[in-house]
């Protein structure tokens, strides 16, 4: 129900990477941590401090460290690399694809500052296609939960998982509404029950989502909401559930319109249910520097542009 | 220690067996492949400690990474000739439904390989990972790798060569196979090295040097030299000078047989070169 999803305040996705890191370091004497000179930013300091003798500083220098990830890998460990999602992704598709994909490796790929909430930095670092190039990637998990107790959960989980993980996370102090304990793997959670219209989001997006979902139901609307944090494998079960029932779908995500979230719910529906379909994404366009609530609206990723797709794709459905 | 004479037997038959697979599909990279042959074999038949039942993870015995995996069919050939494999599978090498696939994968289950390369300057780095998990699991094996030398035009091996000194990575023994040669021409050609040695040594490695990496004798003493300075707080690189294409006539002297294989007369030619001295597959 969407009035059990309260925020319990803002902290950062990236800040639950952190804290669990630690958790999974304790727990796990295989886990290990490898950072490109973004220490600090992966919040990776705790476990550092804790367990220095499992943490590879690798200076500036990913494809390096992803190629160490899967030489660890090889061993029985179970590294998790930290940088910025642009470092973690374009720049070493190669190496992920050839070391750690083709090869199977339990690499675990954990990026941070994704998305146009990256903020002030601008165009250069604000990855917006990662979500497309991982989930092309055979055998690539891909994860990118929405707020500081989902991404917690699942750095948590992912550990327990075998094969390679692309973890996707960011930057801002974001409202923390999901449970910190229940993470599955490719499972949809279903935040609300509706019939007139399916909205999915993932990662910071689902607190839009969220919010038009709740502005949408005080119009008479009813909301299908899903949280989809796993895009690959996709939950096509619980995404067919909704649709089936709604007859339409708004997709929402902090990433290109091309190869996300939305292209792997429209190949879903393709297959097994065509239905008429809204992306909030952005529309082919690189981002620009600013405050992340500012691009978020101005690249038409806010609350009001979720309620107008919403609107639109009821319009279209008829 | 094994005979030196018994060493180059199996490198010869080595050698006919990497003629014989790229012939067998009409492609693959000979040139390269017979130049390490001598390599190859000295590695697995008589300085590595390591176990042909093959454990993924490798705990308790010595690794080898080959990063330029288009020389694929002397590894393939050095790994059955060792035990990993049965030696009919070569004759599957590029084939259709085979383990033996073009550049080395781990995709299809063969025994020996660890990792995908073929896309070049990713193995420094993979080797490095599985020097730095040895080191905390108190396991006092080595880890070898190779790296062809057009190779080292690849940004991610400096990454590697700048990281290895600097986390003193000393159960780490890399080989450049220095044949001089790529596709496109000569490496001083292409894109020279220029002074090779010393870019090593300035980053911090020791480095030593095979002069003729086609003599089998030469490189069995000079591996046995760079395990002996293992453990010491640096990483060991070998600058091994080979000969593309040696020794068949007609394959040496040129780039022209780094990604071509032999027709029927070629290969009749080349073969009668070499001594069939442990059996064809």
Redesign the interface.
């Known amino acids: 129900m969407l009035q059990d999803y309260i925020s319990s305040g803002s902290k950062a996705t990236r800040d639950g990477f952190g804290e669990a890191l630690y958790e999974v370091g304790a727990q796990n004497e295989n886990v290990m941590a490898l950072c490109a000179d973004l220490v600090a930013s992966l919040k990776m300091q705790k476990f550092i401090d804790h367990f220095p ?2 943490f ?1 500083q ?2 500036i ?1 990913e ?15 179970i ?1 998790y690399t930290g940088t910025f999602a642009n470092f973690s992704t374009g720049r070493v598709y ?2 992920i ?3 750690v994909a ?4 339990n690499v675990k790929i954990c990026a941070s500052h994704a998305g146009l909430t990256l903020g002030e930095d601008g165009a250069t670092h604000q990855i917006l296609e990662d979500i497309g190039m991982m989930r092309m990637v055979p055998g690539m998990t891909v994860i990118n939960p929405c707020d500081f107790n989902q991404t917690k959960a699942a750095t948590k989980a992912i550990a327990e998982y075998y094969g390679p993980v692309y973890l996707r996370f960011g930057r801002p102090n974001w409202p923390n509404i999901m449970s910190d304990t229940k993470f599955e793997i490719g499972k949809a959670v279903i935040m609300n029950e509706g019939t007139d219209v399916t909205i999915i989001a993932t990662g910071h997006l689902v607190w839009n989502a969220l919010e038009a979902a709740r502005n949408l139901e005080a119009k008479g609307i009813s909301v299908y909401l899903i949280n989809i944090h796993t895009i690959k494998p996709l939950d096509e079960e619980a995404i067919l559930d909704a649709v089936s029932k709604t007859k339409c779908v708004v997709t929402c995500e902090e990433h290109q319109i091309n190869g996300g979230l939305g292209d792997a719910v429209a190949n879903v529906l393709a297959r097994n249910f065509p239905s008429p379909q809204e992306y909030v994404a952005v529309k082919d366009s690189f981002g620009e520097s600013g405050n992340p609530m500012d691009l978020l609206i101005k690249y038409g990723l806010g609350t009001a542009d979720v309620e107008a797709a919403a609107l639109k794709v009821l319009e279209r459905k008829g | 220690m094994a005979e030196i004479a018994e060493l180059k037997k199996i490198a010869t038959q080595v050698r006919r067996d990497i003629l014989r697979q790229v012939h067998g599909c009409a492609s693959g990279h000979p040139g390269g492949s017979l130049g390490c042959a001598d390599f190859f074999t000295a590695l697995y038949f008589e300085i590595m400690d390591h176990d042909p039942s093959f454990n ?4 308790g015995e010595d690794v080898f ?1 080959l990063s330029n995996g288009h020389i694929s069919p002397v590894w393939y050939s050095t790994l059955a000739r060792a035990g990993y494999f049965p030696i009919a599978e070569l004759a599957t090498f590029r084939k259709l439904n085979s383990r033996v696939q073009g550049h080395p ?3 299809e289950g063969l025994p020996g390989i ?6 070049l ?14 080191k ?2 108190g396991d006092d094996k080595l880890v070898f790798a190779l790296t062809g030398d057009g190779e080292l035009q690849e ?2 091996i400096w ?2 060569v ?2 290895a000194p600097h ?1 003193k990575i000393d159960n780490l023994i890399v080989t450049v196979d220095l044949n001089g040669r790529q596709i496109d021409g000569d490496t001083k050609d292409v894109l020279s090295l220029g002074d090779i040695e010393g870019k090593w040594r300035t980053f911090g490695w020791e480095v030593l040097n095979i002069q003729d990496g086609n003599d089998m004798e030469e490189i069995v003493k000079v591996l046995h030299q760079a395990k002996s300075m293992s453990g010491q707080g640096k990483p060991i690189v070998i600058l091994m000078r080979t000969e593309m294409g040696y020794p068949i006539d007609f394959m040496v002297g040129t780039h022209k047989w780094h990604g071509a294989a032999p027709n029927d007369a070629q290969l009749e030619n080349a073969l009668g070169q070499l001594e069939e001295t442990l059996g064809d597959y």
């Open positions: 003798t499992r590879v690798t200076g220098a494809a390096n460290m992803i190629g160490i990830a899967a030489g660890l890998a090889t061993a029985g460990k590294p190669d190496q694809r050839q070391s083709y090869s199977h490796k | 993924m993870k490798a705990a990474f994968a781990t995709h660890r990792v995908a390369s073929g896309s300057g990713q193995g420094l780095s993979v080797a490095i990972g599985m020097a730095i998990a040895k905390l699991d940004g991610q990454e590697a700048m990281f986390n």
